[in-house]
């Protein structure tokens, strides 16, 4: 079983939806969620951090950590074809600096 | 302020030659990470640096994959022999330290072995 599982996608959308991604876990040591955008032939960059459960808030963006259910989640507000990418979660333990990464979801957000 | 910067940007090799990737992290990021990113999946870490020290390598394949990063700033991964499974794209990522939130990723190699 993977430490981390990602829903496959591909998702396609019309611009203004809201997307919802997600990621569930089954290491509990986990205490850092991330989620990083990565477009065609680029590296992945940062999108949002969290730490332990909750939810945090940056613009059209959600993230929500679940740890009681090991699920994660990532909201997308009136989705822009600017949004279209590959979406990861990221996850870390609180010793250690590894970054365990799910498959990744394709997102298409279609004028 | 600089990102992290990689060369090649692509390379195409046959299976059992060599390769070698380099990669020239941000500017004072002591922590250094080699990724390799399938097609299709995402990142797993190859290597971490914690300046010129290796702290994981746990699945480094090292009967074939070599990396090091002799002055604690730039680093070169090397695979010989080659195989076609290791057609994928090389991440290297740099962080200022072991433990702090943002890694921040270079463009990557794609590699291709045919």
């Known amino acids: 079983q993977k430490e981390v599982e990602q829903d496959p996608g591909p998702l396609s959308v019309p611009e203004g939806a809201i997307v919802s991604l997600n990621c569930t876990y089954s290491?509990?040591?986990?205490?850092?969620f991330m989620w990083y955008r990565q477009y065609s032939r680029k590296g992945p960059e940062l999108l949002m951090y969290?730490?332990?459960?909750g939810n945090k808030e940056d613009g059209r963006f959600t993230a929500q950590v679940d740890k009681s259910s090991k699920y994660i989640s990532l909201f997308i507000r009136d989705s822009q074809p600017s949004d279209s990418a590959t979406y990861l979660c990221a996850m870390k333990e609180t010793s250690g600096s590894r970054l365990t990464f799910g498959e990744g979801t394709q997102l298409t957000v279609n004028p | 302020e600089a990102g992290v910067a990689q060369s090649p940007r692509y390379k195409i090799i046959e299976k059992r030659q060599s390769v070698a990737f380099w990669c020239n992290p941000i500017s004072g990021h002591a922590t250094l990470y080699w990724y390799q990113q399938i097609l299709g999946q995402g990142p797993k870490l190859l290597i971490q640096?914690?300046?010129?020290?290796?702290?994981?390598d746990s699945q480094l394949p090292k009967d074939r994959f070599s990396a090091e990063r002799l002055k604690g700033v730039d680093s070169t991964l090397k695979i010989q022999p080659a195989k076609l499974e290791d057609s994928a794209v090389y991440l290297c990522a740099s962080r200022t330290g072991p433990t702090n939130t943002e890694a921040f990723f270079g463009q990557g190699t794609r590699l291709t072995v045919v």
């Open positions: 290491n509990s040591a986990f205490q850092y």
């Open positions: 969290t730490y332990s459960s």
């Open positions: 640096f914690q300046n010129n020290g290796v702290v994981d």
